[in-house]
């Protein structure tokens, strides 16, 4: 049965398409809005606008705050930003930017001012007045954004802005609050509303509704940021970027806007390169975009993160698994049954030709055992069935044939016979006791081939498959009370113990490796809770965390370390 919620990307995207064009078609016919503060709308960082100012889905890093709040919640470490910007000679940008992770969330604070040079004032007749006007822009912008489960983030920007054109000067309140939702793991969904705040002398602010999607692909070297943004009362805009890594150290960028409506409506515009270079904790953002009349701007943004590289490695291909080693008496199987289908055809084959090899040594009982693992696998191999049978009547008949030959008493005579039974109830019993249903089954089914008559292990037989399905049974509930809880830890854990007691599963192999899928989105989720129980000082719990990671992902440098951190801290105040 298909599963009813997964994830279609087809239906997210025709959506965001069905939205663009009816916000495209309801602000053609809306009357142009007197804005104030206009450069609320410009980008900011080296990333972000090296992807046309695309960045709303993705969101991180020290300007991410500016473009969705809620990507402050993804900050792992403290980090600092600063971008100069120059357009024409004459306008400058600069930007200074950090993030601190605090509590649930992170804590973030923008400073971004535009200068846009020196102007003589003009009278109404057009003659110089004698004075230097200095227009400017300021904005200072604090935010907040926090998890809300493993899928869900929300985050809040309030700031204050001041607008000088001259002797007139405007100031106010602008706020921006924004959500983002991860459908799965390489995908992002958005909506921020920007801008927000109370007219400035009969003037409103630029707000404006953003939504927007992200996905990664070619194991996250590309990004792509698809937006809609409605400004309110104007016009509605589509936009685009990408981001392509093509070494751990080189980031290559672009972006662009297209107008839905207004006079421009449908022309691409503001095209923008950029490159991104990651220098270990150090990242330097280049950008480039012509501007028409305005001249060619060119911007430089730094970065900075305190206790982690910028980007993590590029993800390496997952190595095929090692298959299992053949005998050195055991040629490479080579499917001959045409019945033989799917992944467990070549193990059958493996199973039944060491069968054969195992006859031709005289090991019969041996052979019966691989006869058996092979048709587990592939209940209408028929070569390993036929084989099976003549395996076991050869192995009574080699029995009675050996106690024949013996000159021996009569009640001797399945002596031999008896001390085989005797050896394989003994080593299922044995298995029983420790627990170990798996090996009790085998051999107690052994028991059974060479005599049905053996009441003792019939029952046990009995008792060990009900102990085995009821073991699996209390496991496969504990894993999913561990899934519904979102612990994925105690998931892996108790899957892998149903395949320790029954490797050959399929129900439960299909599910390990469908938690194991999730173990990179749980070490990261890991690995920031420990990070802020720490900052808290909440030692205990942010050893737990580390702990279970590392149970998830034993070669976890940073957490190993923080842990043995955590322990002599506890070891040197005596908790």
């Not at 021996?408 to 006791?433: D, F, H, M, T, W």
Request: charged fraction near 25%.
């Amino acid at each position: 049965m298909r599963n009813k919620n997964k994830f279609k990307p087809s239906i997210y995207l025709a959506g965001l398409l069905a939205v663009c064009v009816l916000l495209g078609a309801a602000n053609r016919i809306m009357a142009e809005a007197n804005y104030v503060a206009a450069f609320l709308q410009n980008g900011v960082g080296g990333r972000t606008t090296g992807m046309g100012d695309n960045y709303t889905a993705v969101a991180t890093g020290s300007f991410g705050q500016l473009y969705n709040p809620a990507g402050l919640a993804l900050a792992e470490t403290p980090a600092l930003g600063f971008q100069f910007d120059g357009t024409g000679g004459v306008i400058s940008h600069n930007v200074l930017s950090g993030i601190m992770p605090l509590g649930p969330g992170a804590l973030g604070a923008l400073f971004n001012f535009y200068s846009y040079g020196d102007f003589t004032e003009l009278d109404s007749s057009g003659q110089p007045t004698g004075k230097t006007l200095k227009p400017s822009d300021v904005l200072i912008d604090v935010g907040y954004g926090m998890s809300l489960g493993p899928k869900w983030r929300t985050g809040l920007n309030a700031g204050i802005f001041v607008e000088k054109l001259g002797e007139i000067e405007y100031s106010g309140v602008v706020i921006d609050l924004g959500g983002s939702f991860d459908p799965a793991p390489d995908w992002s969904l958005s909506a921020v509303l920007k801008n927000l705040g109370a007219k400035v002398d009969g003037y409103t602010l630029p707000s404006s509704l953003r939504m927007a999607g992200a996905f990664w692909t070619i194991q996250r070297r590309l990004l792509i940021d698809a937006e809609l943004e409605m400004v309110f009362g104007s016009i509605a805009e589509f936009g685009m970027g990408a981001e392509y890594r093509a070494w751990d150290w080189l980031d290559i960028r672009t972006g662009f806007k297209v107008p839905l409506s207004g006079d421009q409506a449908s022309s691409v515009e503001g095209i923008v390169l950029g490159l991104g270079f990651n220098l270990a904790q150090f990242g330097i953002d280049l950008t480039f975009m012509n501007r028409g009349d305005f001249g060619n701007e060119f911007g430089v943004a730094v970065e900075y993160y305190f206790n982690q590289p910028r980007v993590k490695p590029i993800a390496k291909a997952t190595p095929k698994p090692t298959p299992t080693p053949y005998p050195k008496y055991v040629y490479k199987p080579e499917p001959k049954d045409r019945r033989m289908q799917g992944e467990n055809r070549e193990q059958a084959e493996y199973h039944y030709k060491a069968g054969q090899e195992y006859e031709k040594y005289g090991q019969t009982i041996d052979a019966i055992i691989e006869y058996k693992a092979a048709l587990k696998l592939l209940p209408a191999f028929t070569r390993a069935q036929k084989a099976l049978a003549k395996a076991k009547q050869k192995a009574r008949s080699q029995v009675l044939e050996k106690e024949q030959m013996k000159t021996v008493k009569p009640a001797k005579k399945n002596a031999s016979l008896q001390q085989l039974i005797r050896k394989y109830y003994n080593k299922g019993e044995k298995a029983y006791n420790i627990k170990d249903y798996t090996q009790a089954i085998k051999q107690l089914q052994l028991v059974l081939e060479l005599t049905t008559q053996h009441r003792k292990a019939t029952e046990l037989l009995g008792k060990a498959k009900k102990a085995l399905k009821t073991e699996m049974a209390a496991l496969s509930a504990q894993a999913s009370r561990a899934s519904e809880k979102g612990d994925i830890v105690a998931e892996v854990d108790a899957y892998q113990k149903m395949l320790d007691l029954d490797p050959a599963n399929k129900i439960a192999k299909g599910k390990l490796a469908a938690a194991k899928q999730r173990i990179p989105e749980e070490v990261d989720r890991l690995y920031k809770q420990g990070l802020n129980h720490y900052a808290r000082q909440e030692l205990r719990k942010a050893l737990h965390a580390f702990e279970s990671l590392l149970k998830l992902q034993p070669d976890h440098v940073k957490a190993r370390d923080a842990v043995n951190n955590i322990k002599e801290k506890l070891v040197q105040t005596g908790q």
